[in-house]
């Protein structure tokens, strides 16, 4: 028989949400009366803005014509996509990012998943914990985090991010080939302020490794010093791949947009010791693995960057961020201690004192069918947290605010 690729063998499975899914059905059943409101799911609920709706339902119009139809579109997507991001995202913050460093996708998961392609297979690879798992998973799959202990990786290097630390990674002992970040961060709402990203680009420089920077959550950044973007902190484009979405900077989620920015400068050691281009290298891999993201949906992604497109999806964004505020204050109230919520559309909550995740998981489901995510399942280091998303309907929100203020923590 044909042997399968041992390391997927060594993944454990998708316990976090299944186990979430399993109590949240027995919580019904035995309460068939109480209506279950999840604060848990990384998920959207707002619909498109109508700016967006209407851009794509013209490319459905043009698709249907034979002097507008276009089959098979660049790897790297259109260039009316790439040139507007660049004019929007990039250029007004002085940043030298160009339309030939960006490349469309159907979403970040892939693109981020897809990434660790480029690097020897022995790269040493480091994550924040908690994390967000698709960087682990996809370099478990490539067989660099090497065996699954129970509750880490053995091969892995994990950065602790905790109150004790002010969820801020230190630098590790050992020398890591490529960085995760992710900020605004996901689970824990966090940020990096200008000084601590740059100490991490100046750090990447100086033991040549490279920066995977997972901007999703950079349309809810709200304070000013704040990054957007890593390439805000000089030196970044030589060390540092950006990969940024439209599913929550647009409600994308089901539409699937997304891009990555590889820039010209970013170069890493060949087979033979010289240089090579990592930009080179993606254009490679989009062209031999992917075939575009819909000329449809780059349309309607475009369309966010008009002016009405703007205006309305940050609408979308501060009601959602309002929600953030009244979630952390409705939590605060209860004598809990909050991380996050201000610049990401999640709070980050401490378990009260002796309270594991899932007891705290346990005790807001039986006494309010409120659903959280216990933070155990993002990481080690998520232990003793949960995870709340402001990305309920304001409605939601308010139902749930009212069941957290009787909840006896
Ligand atoms: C939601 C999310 C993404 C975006 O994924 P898509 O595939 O573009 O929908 C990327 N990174 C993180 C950390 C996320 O939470």
């Not at 346990?362 to 399942?377: D, F, I, M, N």
Request: some cysteine; aromatic content about 12%.
């Amino acid at each position: 028989m044909v042997r399968s690729n041992e390391n997927y063998a060594k993944i454990p499975g998708n316990y976090l949400f299944a186990e979430i899914a399993r109590k949240v059905a027995a919580h019904k059943e035995a309460n068939p009366d109480k209506k279950v409101i999840s604060l848990g799911i990384g998920d959207v609920t707002h619909p498109l803005i109508p700016t967006v709706i209407a851009a794509m339902h013209k490319a459905v119009d043009e698709m249907g014509q034979s002097e507008s139809f276009r089959g098979y579109g660049p790897e790297q997507g259109y260039a009316f996509l790439r040139e507007a991001i660049v004019r929007h995202d990039y250029a007004p913050r002085n940043l030298s990012i160009t339309a030939e460093d960006i490349f469309i996708s159907d979403g970040s998961k892939c693109d981020v998943g897809n990434f660790q392609e480029l690097f020897a297979a022995d790269a040493k690879v480091a994550v924040t914990d908690p994390v967000y798992p698709v960087y682990v998973d996809s370099n478990a799959m490539a067989g660099r985090a090497g065996n699954w202990t129970g509750s880490k990786w053995d091969n892995l290097i994990y950065l602790p991010c905790t109150k004790d630390n002010a969820f801020v990674p230190d630098f590790p002992k050992e020398t890591p080939d490529i960085i995760y970040l992710c900020y605004p961060n996901n689970p824990t709402g966090t940020v990096l302020c200008k000084d601590a990203l740059g100490a991490w680009v100046e750090y990447a420089r100086k033991v040549g490794a490279v920066i995977l920077f997972d901007s999703a959550y950079e349309a809810y950044v709200t304070e000013e010093n704040i990054p957007h973007s890593i390439y805000e902190v000089p030196g970044a484009e030589e060390v540092a791949v950006e990969f940024r979405s439209f599913s929550k900077t647009a409600g994308f989620t089901g539409t699937r947009c997304a891009y990555v920015v590889v820039p010209k400068a970013l170069r890493i050691a060949g087979p033979d010791g010289n240089p090579v281009f990592l930009q080179a290298m993606w254009n490679r891999r989009q062209a031999t693995k992917f075939n575009g993201c819909s000329y449809i949906v780059q349309r309607g992604a475009e369309a966010i960057y008009t002016l009405e497109g703007q205006e309305l999806v940050s609408k979308v964004v501060n009601s959602y961020m309002a929600n953030a505020a009244k979630i952390r204050k409705g939590v605060q109230d209860l004598g809990l201690e909050t991380f996050g919520g201000v610049n990401a559309p999640y709070i980050w909550v401490r378990t009260p004192e002796g309270l594991g995740s899932w007891d705290f998981f346990e005790r807001l489901l039986s006494q309010t069918s409120l659903v959280c995510t216990p933070g155990a399942g993002f990481g080690p280091s998520g232990e003793g947290y949960v995870r709340l998303t402001a990305f309920g309907t304001a409605t939601q929100t308010e139902e749930a605010l009212k069941r957290l203020a009787a909840l006896d923590a």
